[in-house]
């Protein structure tokens, strides 16, 4: 009897603690939601702490209605990381921590003359350790054979008959 449970707590472990995959912890540098009335143009700073990958996404909301132009540019105090670019995905590598700065702007159109855009930027530590994620099947497996296992030892015991009063 102790050896079927320590069985089934070997394989529940073994099933949770096996990875299939991996994956790389990221940080968010910023995420931010802002309204552009006309033309306008906006900056950041922030520091990263070493070589790694800025992954960027700028999104052009259509909301009243969507900017005529929305663009970003990001640069080091040694120059830009890459060319202008639009709404949409891209990833910039860095060579060396320090100051990172951004800069976006657009324009806006129709009658309020005014529009949102949402941005995320996103950096990844160059040589960071991969995070193991677990097999979604072996802990699909190990739960159920948990389940089957308590409900077959659940049924041994008897309840007593309910009495009425």
Do not use: C
Not at 66 to 84: F, K, M
Not at 99 to 120: E, N, R, T
Not at 148 to 157: K, L, M, N
């Amino acid at each position: 009897m102790k050896l079927r449970n320590i069985l089934l707590a070997g394989a529940y472990l073994a099933g949770t603690l096996l990875g299939t995959g991996s994956a790389r912890a990221a940080e968010v540098i910023f995420d931010g939601t802002g309204f552009l009335q006309g033309q306008q143009s906006f900056t950041d700073a922030f520091s990263v702490s070493g070589p790694g990958t800025l992954s960027v996404t700028l999104d052009n909301v259509s909301w009243p209605e969507q900017l005529s132009s929305l663009n970003l540019v990001l640069g080091t105090a040694n120059g830009l990381l890459g060319p202008e670019m639009g709404a949409g995905s891209e990833s910039f590598k860095i060579n060396s921590g320090g100051k990172v700065f951004a800069q976006w702007f657009g324009a806006a159109q129709g009658p309020l003359d005014v529009g949102v855009y949402s941005m995320k930027i996103m950096f990844t530590p160059a040589g960071q350790l991969a995070v193991p994620l677990p097999a979604s099947a072996a802990l699909l497996a190990s739960g159920l054979v948990l389940l089957v296992w308590q409900r077959r030892h659940r049924t041994r015991f008897q309840l007593l008959p309910r009495v009425s009063v």
